[in-house]
């Protein structure tokens, strides 16, 4: 790791005329970190959009122009699974709401553009995710956690049933009934979130989906960055970024942000997520919404620790921005983030039977 | 690219030195650049038994691909493990150390196919006659590799042994010659050969059996950045003791079949699909079944000729 090119990724999609003097080497290693982040469409859309993309050596815009290719067809194949899905769906009478990249690519956001898409998560009310699930089955989606533990953790412990597949196209689809595990102790008002959200139109689809208001929105993002394993964190905080900057001319936007997420008990990671968007990406945040946000996280007596660990997982998994204490910090945060699922008297059997009993692979 | 050394160029000591250094050994493959770096003795003299012709890039050039093959920790000393990266990323288990150089073509392979998306790629070999394009599309164990290695040594100029790469936007083949990957018996029967072949080290016991690598002709890899228009596309199925047999097929099975030889055809939706119409349309398909080399290279020879 070089301490020259390892913020190299954050810079450019902050700020793309960053490439303004680059030379091969610091090409190779922002090309290296977007790939290993899963992030080297949205840096091309970034380098697109800033009049970038003209003046970038031919040898790596080649690499950009593919990623804005695949990513075009992730699209066009999401649309028409989403469209597949709302015709499964129209017989619920029922909003069903899009989560994450679905949500921000059918609502046309900054963030859902020239991203890649793995699994779709939808999300319904919990009364009628079994009748979600059939009508789902009825269209060719079909389980792929057959093992009756498998289906008991998650049924009862987490806020999504087990993944289900299509048999033909492999497409996943992550069906919520809320937005955090209830094992962690957060119970957000699902029936709410419900509620406020708000419809998105897609072509040849039924009007049956929804998004998450931009303040749920949001909140939901961060608990999805700052709950989990942290992973591809410097992708997740990103998509924070974006949706920051693109809701923050939002009337009452920032006003209701942090009361909102206190009230839902989300607070903490919304409020790391405005800390470390701020610092890795440089999000304009209002001063006062900053200064709340730097007092409350001081307040909390093992903050300066969890800044410490969370830090290492914003750069990317590249030898030109790793080194081992940055590993061994992700590790660390790894193992929070089943603590943070899941209270000791739930985790250690789960541990213990993931460890010595459940081997086929199929890990939760 | 002519101005620049070749790989035979390099002493050994300096190959290695380049194998160890952080940023690698730049080989320039293709239209792509590879940075190699190994702390394995059995890759630097792998690369210098089969890449010695290739054109080794400057260290002002742009880098495509980082890939990297070491054994790692103790393991150096007792029963060594290969274990090969991409961006530092590791995408198989390891494999034995004596399959370093092997692994090391399957993994470039696997970059390939994963990363360079402005093309459709076929598992294929492809070969180039006259200024016109042949491609051999089979699964492995069809006898595609020995078929092209005995073509390339008559003269024909080898695009690649494995991957045919279809342009999406100029529909032409685009060269990536590299070493012709020989399994089991094909070893021998290539090393009896009219045509000088240069075979690489031998790794046994890997999954595919024993594997040896030839090196690309000279004049294939001098050409490699000189595209090819794509005009026969052939499904070899070789059989001991088969008479020759080769049946011409229409469009719609050609099709198919290419695709179910694809790696990334779903991956590419409608531009995949508009690709392979165009590809199928310019070329004329078979299927040849055959027993021997002694009857599949002189049909081949007479229906690849620019009057067809």
């Known amino acids: 790791m070089s301490r020259q090119t390892d913020t190299h990724l954050a810079r450019a999609l902050a700020t793309p005329e960053f490439t303004e003097r680059f030379d091969a080497r610091d090409w190779e290693a922002l090309i290296g970190q977007a790939r290993t982040s899963d992030l080297l469409g949205q840096l091309a859309e970034r380098l697109r959009d800033a009049g970038r993309l003209e003046s970038t050596p031919s040898q790596v815009r080649f690499h950009l122009d593919a990623a804005l290719r695949i990513a075009a067809l992730h699209r066009d194949s999401l649309l028409q699974e989403l469209s597949v899905i709302g015709d499964a769906m129209q017989s619920l009478e029922q909003p069903v709401l899009l989560l994450k990249g679905a949500a921000y690519a059918a609502a046309g956001l900054r963030a859902g553009r020239s991203r890649l898409f793995n699994d779709i998560d939808l999300m319904v009310a919990k009364n009628v995710i079994d009748r979600a699930e059939g009508a789902l089955f009825r269209s060719g989606w079909r389980p792929t956690h057959l093992n009756s533990y498998d289906q008991r953790y998650y049924r009862e412990w987490m806020h999504e049933l087990p993944p289900i597949e299509h048999m033909t196209r492999g497409t996943v689809i992550d069906l919520h009934h809320t937005i955090v595990p209830p094992t962690s102790g957060h119970i957000p008002d699902a029936a709410q979130l419900i509620a406020d959200a708000r419809p998105v139109a897609l072509p040849h689809c039924p009007d049956v989906f929804r998004v998450l208001s931009p303040v749920d929105m949001v909140m939901h993002s961060a608990c999805h960055l700052f709950f989990g394993e942290l992973q591809k964190g410097l992708r997740d905080l990103y998509d924070l970024h974006c949706l920051l900057d693109e809701f923050s001319p939002e009337p009452g936007f920032w006003a209701a942000l942090l009361p909102r997420a206190r009230a839902q008990q989300l607070e903490y990671p919304v409020l790391l997520a405005l800390r470390f968007a701020q610092r890795i990406f440089g999000t304009d945040i209002p001063d006062a919404v900053a200064s709340e946000c730097r007092k409350r996280l001081a307040a909390r007596p093992t903050g300066a620790l969890t800044d410490h660990l969370i830090d290492a997982s914003m750069y990317p998994l590249h030898p030109s921005s790793d080194s081992p204490w940055r590993r061994a910090r992700r590790q660390i945060l790894y193992a929070r983030s089943h603590w943070l699922r899941m209270p000791l008297h739930l985790l250690i059997p789960h541990l213990a039977y993931k460890a010595f009993i459940h081997d086929d692979g199929k890990a939760a | ?308």
Not at chain 2, 107 to 123: D, E, K, M, P, S
Not at chain 2, 215 to 240: D, H, K, Y
Request: aromatic letters at 8%; hydrophobic letters at 40%.
């Open chain 2, 1 to 308: 690219m002519s101005q620049r050394p070749h790989l035979s160029t390099l002493t050994p000591s300096e190959l290695r030195q380049r194998l160890h250094s952080p940023d690698g050994l730049r080989l320039q493959l293709g239209r792509f650049v590879a940075g190699i770096r190994s702390n394995f003795d059995s890759v630097a003299d792998g690369l210098q038994a089969l890449y010695a012709d290739y054109p080794v890039a400057t260290a002002d050039d742009f880098c495509d691909y980082p890939v990297e093959l070491r054994s790692s920790g103790l393991r150096r000393y007792v029963r060594p493990q290969a274990i090969f990266r991409f961006e530092g990323m590791q995408p198989f288990k390891p494999l034995p150390g004596d399959q370093a150089v092997a692994m090391l073509e399957w993994g470039l392979n696997w970059v390939f196919t994963n990363h360079a998306q402005h093309y459709l790629i076929i598992h294929a070999a492809v070969l180039e006659r006259d200024g016109l394009g042949l491609i051999m599309a089979a699964p492995p164990g069809s006898g595609k590799s020995t078929l092209c290695a005995a073509l390339a040594l008559r003269g024909w100029r080898l695009l690649s042994d494995e991957l045919a790469m279809i342009g999406l936007d100029d529909g032409l083949l685009m060269p990536l010659p590299r070493p012709v990957s020989l399994k089991n018996q094909s070893i021998d029967i290539v090393r009896q050969l009219p045509g000088q072949p240069v075979i690489g080290p031998i790794a046994r016991d890997t999954a595919k059996g024993t594997v040896a690598h030839m090196r690309a002709p000279r004049a294939s890899v001098e050409a490699a950045l000189t595209p090819v228009q794509p005009r026969w596309i052939l499904f070899p199925q070789f059989g001991a003791g088969h008479a020759l047999d080769i049946e011409a097929h229409g469009k719609a099975h050609t099709f198919m079949q290419l695709v179910s030889n694809s790696f990334n055809y779903p991956r590419l939706g409608v531009t995949g699909f508009e690709a392979m119409g165009r590809l199928v349309d310019g070329c004329d398909g078979y299927t040849a079944r055959y027993g021997s080399l002694d009857q599949i290279v002189p049909a081949l020879e007479s229906i690849c000729t620019r009057s067809a």
